[in-house]
């Protein structure tokens, strides 16, 4: 048994190594090839960059002795994060059917091309936010307990049920207002759904500030604002791309741009990080509490709901399309 657990230490070891230089290549070689418009590094440039993103900084974790996703849980990452980061994201997608914030250009336009593409581009958004804050960690920014000496949080039982009627007001005002309260839905589902997982016993932001540890808040919120810039920097320059459409007034720097995102719009990445890490493990308590029967018709349900976003969003969102 230990002669086997050294084979696969070693199997594992030289896998990371080995996708460590690949992920590095890859980033290269698609960098250079988008500069040169060669196909299809131009118009998927985003998904071969943030997949060699996630390669390059899972593999650096596992060899640095971090918390790897990928390497340390191949099966858990395929096959629960990596599709239900994809299925996150068609939330945000029906949400804008409304709010209309965003849409797409240069689109490919072979649906057995197009829609795995979409998938696979959505698919990145929680391994790329989840291993940044690992990074982060793992380098000791921001320590457990370091705000522990500004933070003294005590949130009575009572309160949680405003928090999770809050959060419910945030995600429906901007379907009936979207020109006013479109902000709100980065931020809803972290008081709908972190009561609830408070309530349960499991990983909870708000059990987490009441114990006056803030270093998981801190480094989710840091690891949104870095991964946002890496959005909006390798979206600009892809060919298949996403432009705003924000309603924001002159006079809240609606014109004034980094990238394509007008700057005031960095404010909700932050934010987001801590909604996507609520939304993972509410639906990882599901999985573990519901009958496997019933949380695999959850599964078809949700790829149903997936499938048909995409059927409407290349009605509605997709510009080339119209």
């Not at 994060?81 to 965003?102: D, G, K, T």
């Not at 979409?118 to 990074?135: D, K, R, W």
């Not at 270093?215 to 920097?233: D, K, M, P, S």
């Amino acid at each position: 048994m230990i002669w086997t657990n050294d084979i696969i230490w070693l199997m594992k070891e030289s896998l990371a190594k080995l996708l460590q230089i690949l992920s590095i290549f890859i980033l290269i070689l698609s960098t250079l090839l988008l500069w040169k418009g060669i196909e299809p590094f131009k118009t998927h440039y985003f998904l071969f960059v943030w997949w060699s993103y996630i390669a390059l900084l899972d593999s650096w974790l596992y060899l640095h002795g971090g918390e790897s996703l990928m390497l340390n849980n191949f099966s858990k990452f395929f096959l629960f994060l990596v599709p239900f980061s994809s299925f996150l994201w068609f939330i945000f997608e029906a949400f804008n059917f409304r709010i209309q914030n965003w849409a797409y250009m240069n689109m490919p336009k072979e649906i057995w091309i197009r829609w795995p593409f979409t998938f696979l581009s959505y698919a990145t958004v929680l391994p790329g936010i989840f291993l940044t804050a690992n990074f982060l960690d793992h380098l000791n920014i921001f320590k457990k307990n370091e705000f522990s000496q500004f933070f003294n949080l005590e949130i009575p039982k009572k309160l949680l049920i405003l928090f999770m009627l809050s959060g419910g007001l945030m995600l429906i005002l901007p379907l009936i207002f979207p020109a006013y309260f479109f902000p709100l839905i980065w931020v809803g589902f972290i008081l709908l759904l972190d009561p609830l997982l408070l309530h349960w016993q499991k990983k909870s932001l708000i059990r987490e500030w009441m114990q006056k540890n803030w270093n998981r808040t801190f480094q989710l919120i840091l690891a949104g604002a870095f991964c946002g810039v890496l959005w909006e920097l390798w979206n600009f320059w892809a060919g298949a791309k996403w432009i705003y459409t924000i309603p924001l007034p002159d006079f809240l720097g609606s014109q004034n741009k980094i990238f394509k995102m007008p700057i005031l719009g960095f404010l909700g990445f932050p934010p987001f990080a801590l909604e996507c890490f609520v939304m993972t493990e509410f639906a990882q308590t599901l999985k573990k509490n519901l009958s496997k029967k019933f949380w695999r018709s959850l599964v078809a349900l949700g790829f149903l709901f997936s499938l048909t976003t995409c059927y409407f969003m290349d009605l509605y969102m997709i510009l080339s399309f119209r």
